[in-house]
């Protein structure tokens, strides 16, 4: 797996949630052949968001067994989970 700076990762994640990748399962979800039906993304950032799917893939199955209903992305993009984005 790559190494990522911040503004990299921030910058990528603020695409995802604006094109409405904004719940765990959701990134869990994601293929790269999905990416370019969802918006506009480099190779760089398909390629991290699918290194991020990884870990994100382990925290969902995780909270799906703890019956967690709020993950990471969630928490990071602002999903209160009624249907509206803060």
């Given at each position: 797996?790559?190494?990522?700076?911040?503004?990299?990762?921030?910058?990528?994640?603020?695409?995802?949630?604006?094109?409405?990748?904004?719940?765990?399962?959701?990134?869990?979800?994601?293929?790269?052949?999905?990416?370019?039906?969802?918006?506009?993304?480099?190779p760089?950032?398909?390629?991290?968001?699918?290194?991020?799917?990884?870990v994100?893939?382990?925290?969902?199955?995780?909270?799906k067994?703890?019956?967690?209903?709020?993950?990471?992305?969630?928490?990071?993009?602002?999903?209160?989970?009624?249907?509206?984005?803060?």
């Open positions: 797996m790559a190494i990522y700076k911040m503004t990299d990762i921030t910058k990528t994640l603020d695409k995802l949630f604006k094109y409405g990748v904004n719940t765990t399962e959701k990134v869990a979800n994601i293929k790269w052949q999905d990416l370019d039906s969802i918006g506009k993304f480099t760089f950032e398909k390629s991290l968001i699918m290194d991020f799917k990884v994100i893939e382990e925290n969902y199955k995780t909270n067994r703890r019956k967690i209903q709020k993950g990471i992305i969630e928490f990071l993009s602002g999903n209160t989970g009624t249907g509206k984005e803060e």
